[in-house]
């Protein structure tokens, strides 16, 4: 992973609930489009319904709408096999994929985390993060996480493979594969949000971390800003960059080799066609992350405040046993 330029936290978690949200957004366009079967025959040609009512079309639909809505739907898929295409069972997969996709990214994204020892999922007081290594703090739950969200994903292939392998109105070799299928995606990803609830729920941040990780790289951030001071303070651009590639190589070079601090702010301090620039003023975090702030207000407030109002009622709790 290589540094580029800084963000904050609150931007960051915005990016993993917006995906949750457009997985909300598809889960609601599949479940609004979810119709019955309903009383189309053995191989969807409605002839013994037909024969029952005496060759009468209007009553067998009439038939069909009424099973319909007993059923709890608005209306019947208008053609089928001897089964609803088995294209609705992928299209279901691919909304429960789509969930485990973003509960992956998020859960990968605070194993990062973890490891740079900026955020950290919860760690119960007696929780063992290794039977050997008594100090590890294993991101748990995270990695359960990731390893549910990866079935899941693993499961999309299975239903996409059967809709494909259907012979004419239908083959049997759909059954004992949907009945695994189908259950355990709905299974997994219940497991995946219960996991994600307690980890948003206790999750915690070390702004000291964050501050000192940011400082080791925040001069090398801040070059494009240093040259442009520069180059306003009357100096030849190209020159300036030639200056400021030498001194980041070097500067690098002793950080990686030597294990020393970064020092490229002391280097370009004492060279002198950067004398004119005031590099302290340069070095403020807050003029690398743009809107960030703003956009975390505008996102609540638009994306996230809506959900709410719709689908939270009461307290959030979830229970993990580590």
């Known amino acids: 992973m ?23 957004e598809d889960l609601q366009h599949r479940i609004v489009g979810m119709k019955a079967r309903s009383t189309k025959g053995t191989t969807g040609t409605q002839a013994s319904f037909l024969k029952l009512f005496d060759g009468d079309h209007a009553k067998v639909r009439l038939l069909e709408q009424k099973v319909a809505e007993k059923t709890g739907f608005s209306s ?12 609705v069972d992928a299209q279901v997969l691919d ?7 973003s509960a992956h990214k998020m859960a990968s994204d605070l194993r990062l985390l973890a490891n740079r020892k ?8 007696h929780q063992i993060g290794s039977s050997a290594m008594a100090y590890k703090r294993n991101p748990m739950r995270s990695e359960r996480i ?7 994903m693993s499961l999309q292939s299975s239903t996409a493979n059967t809709v494909a392998t259907q012979w004419m109105e239908r083959t049997l070799d759909d059954s004992a594969n949907r009945r695994l299928v189908l259950p355990q995606a709905f299974l997994a990803i219940d497991s995946v949000l219960i996991l994600l609830q307690n980890v948003c729920a206790g999750m915690v941040t ?10 080791d790289e925040l001069p090398f951030m801040a070059t494009e800003n240093i040259l ?7 100096g030849d651009r190209q020159d300036l960059h030639e200056r400021i590639r030498q001194h980041s190589q070097d500067a690098a070079a002793e950080v ?11 280097r370009l301090a004492q060279d002198e066609a950067f004398a004119g620039v005031d590099l302290s003023a340069l070095m403020d975090p807050q003029q690398f992350v743009g809107r960030s702030p703003e956009q975390v207000d505008e996102f609540i407030a638009e994306v996230i405040e809506p959900i709410r109002e719709a689908y939270v009622e009461g307290e959030l709790a979830a229970e993990v046993n580590v």
Do not use: H
């Open 118 to 125: 900026e955020i950290e999922e919860p760690f119960e007081k």
């Open 256 to 266: 990686k080799q030597q294990g020393k601090p970064n020092d490229l702010l002391d």
């Open 228 to 234: 442009m001071a520069a180059v306003a303070a009357g």
């Open 206 to 215: 070390y702004p000291k971390v964050i501050a000192k990780n940011l400082n």
């Open 2 to 24: 290589q540094p580029a330029q800084p963000t904050t936290v609150g931007k960051r978690a915005c990016l993993w609930a917006y995906d949750f949200a457009m997985d909300l």
């Open 76 to 87: 019947s898929y208008a053609v089928t096999g001897q089964t609803y295409s088995r294209k």
């Open 95 to 101: 909304a429960l994929s789509g969930v485990a996709q």
């Open 146 to 152: 990731c390893a549910l969200s990866r079935y899941v």
